[in-house]
């Protein structure tokens, strides 16, 4: 009998995987909180586009993934519209990583003190996520697009534009690292505005920025594009995030640090980044830290900031290889100013092709396959 029953489950294991439902909205249920609840752990929600007027949506911690559609272009045209009536979506401790949220545009949310999107102790993954246009700059009190607190959560290809707030005008943390810390890979921040970290505010917490872009933010105080801030209490807590391979530029702080401010306690790693063209009027119009933060520097190129004595002011220890310039480099292929090589670059090549020196990138006086091949190795930010 003992082997007869094991049998049967082994029998059975496939198809209690394969229970995983579909679930349309409007199709199936009109509105996204009525799918939710209608589904289990495993379920896959789509919902399709067009603009859903919903507030305080939940996924009551259940691992489920919860989709959009995109255009031609993968921008997402389903929209969670708020109406600057409240919150779009909560999270909480019970959502972990196997809650997944993916290709959503999260637009006019939040209330007077919580942005549209708001994480308490939660993990879940968003996925080519827009939030644009949330928060006011007097009412909400903490990031305008995410407010995480205690959260771990994961954003790739993310986009935070247009919003803000009082701390963190696209997203802002509050104590993280426990056990883990919240992760940002391939994400573009432009546009935002708040009094502290125009683009994001990061306190006591240590995330991981990776390959992505800090770009036209506004810090009316401190950090133009981001704010940082840690605690000597305990180790989870110190202000040591890691930036890597992004791109910070023309970011504008009131006070100090046009690009980044790092306040206090903690040890930072900032490595091949370009933190270019930002500007403040107090300190460190590239980079601004107190005295006790002391991020190490490797492999950064720091040029072009402007509206202080010093590009970099506070402590930081030189890991090697980095520029710190007065003017940056030329971009090569980026024709028309820009700061990227993109398909307008090339554009413009092809129309100079063998008839002027419109889009000669090695400076010989003519455009020709040369040219062309120098502007595609270039192709993408100038970093």
């Known amino acids: 009998m003992r082997f007869l029953c094991l049998f049967i489950a082994m029998v059975m294991m496939p198809v209690l995987e394969l229970k995983a439902e579909v679930i349309q909205v409007p199709d199936d249920h009109p509105t996204i909180q009525q799918a939710i609840d209608a589904s289990d752990d495993g379920d896959v929600i789509e919902i399709a586009s067009g603009t859903y007027n919903e507030i305080g949506i939940t996924t009551d911690g259940k691992g489920i993934t919860i989709r959009g559609h995109l255009d031609i ?10 109406q600057h009536q409240g919150i779009l979506m909560n999270f909480s401790f019970e959502d972990g990583n196997d809650t997944r949220i ?5 637009t006019r949310g939040g209330t007077d003190e ?8 939660a993990r879940p993954i968003f996925t080519n996520c827009h939030f644009v246009e949330n928060g006011t ?19 790739h290809d993310c986009r935070f534009i247009d919003n803000q707030a009082r701390w963190g005008g696209g997203y802002a943390t509050w104590e993280t690292g426990q056990p883990d810390h919240p992760v940002f890979i391939d994400c573009e921040f432009i546009g935002n505005m708040a009094q502290l970290g125009g683009a994001m ?21 401190n950090g133009g594009a981001l704010y940082n801030d840690g605690s000597d209490c305990c180790p ?25 401010y790092n306040g206090f306690f903690g040890l930072p790693m900032i490595e091949d980044c370009t933190i270019r063209a930002n500007m403040a009027t107090s300190s460190g119009s590239g980079i601004a830290s107190e005295i006790d933060m002391n991020p190490t520097l490797m492999a950064n190129t720091i040029c072009s900031n402007s509206g202080t004595a010093d590009q970099i002011s506070g402590n930081w220890t030189d890991g090697g290889d980095n520029d710190v ?11 028309d100013g820009s700061g990227m090589v993109d398909v307008n670059d090339l554009l413009t090549q092809l129309a100079a092709y063998g008839n002027n020196d ?7 006086g003519d455009t020709d396959v040369n040219d062309l091949l120098m502007l595609i190795e270039a192709w993408g930010d100038c970093q």
């Open 73 to 82: 272009d993968g921008v997402p045209t389903t929209i969670i519209d708020g």
């Open 102 to 106: 993916e290709d959503l545009l999260f």
């Open 114 to 121: 919580y942005a549209a999107v708001v994480l308490f102790h």
């Open 137 to 155: 700059s007097t009412g909400i009190r903490f990031g305008g697009g995410v407010y995480n607190l205690n959260g771990a959560p994961q954003f």
């Open 201 to 221: 505010t990061n306190m006591r917490s240590q995330p991981l920025i990776s390959d992505c872009v800090f770009r036209n933010n506004l810090a009316l105080q």
């Open 236 to 260: 989870h807590w110190n202000g040591s995030f890691t930036l890597r391979n992004c791109l910070i530029e023309e970011n504008i702080a009131g006070e100090s640090g046009g690009g980044l």
């Open 325 to 335: 310039l007065d003017a940056c480099p030329e971009c090569t292929g980026d024709l």
């Open 358 to 364: 419109q889009g000669d990138c090695d400076a010989d």
